[in-house]
């Protein structure tokens, strides 16, 4: 069920939205950042589309406890 | 669509990892991509042939695509043609990600992480301070 697409509805497909930004003065003095991780963005600027995407995955099954065995080896 | 300029007067970045970016000037599209194994062991013994992504559902799964199906009409005016910032420090950047002084188009990143943690049964641990 989760990778199923949304059924969405359109009332109404004719309208058109218009969407105005004004974009004024902008001035920063010092910025300290620690960590920019796992897809993610720090940007200094305009764009127009962003799309970012992040698995993760630490299941219960992730812990494991026995026998060293290494991992199955590379293709 | 006029882009703005940016301005930094300084920039610090202590390191780049894992298919980051850093871009300094404009660009159409940033795509990074970036697969991991993240791996702890009790005993940090390591092969360099050892991973395999096909084995984990995770490094193929698709990823929910977003589909924009509005019509819209944007206007974006731009009364200040600078973007300006004095300094900018970042200890780090990882894993597909993206700092950018500039503009841009389109970002796409992605990054697919599987983390597995291995401990030995208890009586083979070698250190067993904490334990009653």
Redo the contacts between chains.
Sequence with gaps: MF?EPYT?Q?ER?E????????????????????????????????????????????PPE???????V?????? | MMNRLSVVDFIYVNSIAFSSILEIGDSKKITPVSTALAVQREVPLFFTNEGNFSAYSIFSQELPKVTITENMNMNICNQNPIIKVNSIKVTGLSSSSVMQVGSTEIINAEARLKHIRKLLPKRHRTHTSNET
């Design positions: 990778y969405r359109h497909r309208t058109k939205m218009n969407f105005t930004v004004v974009n004024k003065d902008i001035q920063v003095g010092n910025i300290n950042i620690v960590g920019v991780g796992a897809s993610s963005v720090f940007l200094i600027g305009d764009t127009k589309t962003i799309c970012l995407s992040s698995v993760f995955d630490t992730s812990l494991i406890i026995g026998p060293y290494p991992l199955s080896p590379q293709a």
